[in-house]
Every structure is written in structure tokens, then in C-alpha cells.
Nanobody, 125 residues
Framework: QVQLVESGGGLVQAGDSLRLSCAAS????????MGWFRQAPGKEREFVAA????????YYADSVKGRFTISRDNPKNTVYLQMNSLKPEDTAVYFC??????????????????WGQGTQVTVSS
């Protein structure tokens, strides 16, 4: 069982940066693959970025590639999402998620077993 708590969201202007954090409970965090997803009002939850258990493999949605960076600190049981050059279309609730089979990355919502409660990111133009 893994519990996830996101933080770091807020209201920023277009072009600004934010860093989201996701703190995980449990001693098996280092074996989990982690992902960030987002959901805007009236839209489906969509994939943003993923990282494998050791941090050696990352994967990004085309919409954020080159602007966002996912990373993890296993001793701290934390995964991060550094978001640069934010755009109004990045406005959404951002969720982190964990999947037990952490060797590979995945962009599929269905492959993640544990989810945080989400943190709001709002980007004004």
C-alpha cells in the first residue's frame, strides 16, 4: 500500500515555473514506477510524465516535452515535476500516481494502482 500526497500547486502567470512534489509513504517506494497526470474541468485525465523505479527512464507527453521534467529522490520517497514555461493550457489538477511494476514507464491511467488527491495548477495569460 502506498499513500501519495501532492504539493506545490498554485496560481502563476504564463511563462512562470512551478515545482510539484509528491511524497509517498511506505518502504517500497523505490520499487514503484511513478507518473504525473492532469485533469482540466470537463476533460479526461491525461498523462503528463512518468519515471521508472530507478529514475533511469522517463517519458513525457508531447504537450510538455522540453518544458517539464520528472525526477525522483528515493531516499526521500518523493517524486517531482518541474514545470517551466507554463501556458494557460497547462491549467489543471495535477495528480501523482504509483504502479508496482516499476521497471518500465507507462502512460496508461489503468496501470497505476495508487493515486494522490491532486494539486491545482492555474496559469493565467
Amino acid at each position: 500500500q502506498v499513500q501519495l500526497v501532492e504539493s506545490g500547486g498554485g496560481l502563476v502567470q504564463a511563462g512562470d515555473s512551478l515545482r510539484l512534489s509528491c511524497a509517498a509513504s511506505g518502504r517500497t517506494f523505490s520499487t514503484y514506477g511513478m507518473g504525473w497526470f492532469r485533469q482540466a474541468p470537463g476533460k479526461e485525465r491525461e498523462f503528463v510524465a512518468a519515471i521508472n523505479w530507478g529514475g533511469s527512464v522517463t517519458y513525457y507527453a508531447d504537450s510538455v516535452k522540453g518544458r517539464f521534467t520528472i525526477s525522483r529522490d528515493n531516499p526521500k520517497n518523493t517524486v517531482y515535476l518541474q514545470m517551466n514555461s507554463l501556458k494557460p493550457e497547462d491549467t489543471a489538477v495535477y495528480f501523482c500516481a504509483a504502479r508496482p511494476r516499476g521497471t518500465y514507464v507507462s502512460a496508461l491511467v489503468s496501470q497505476y494502482a495508487y493515486w494522490g488527491q491532486g494539486t491545482q495548477v492555474t496559469v493565467s495569460s
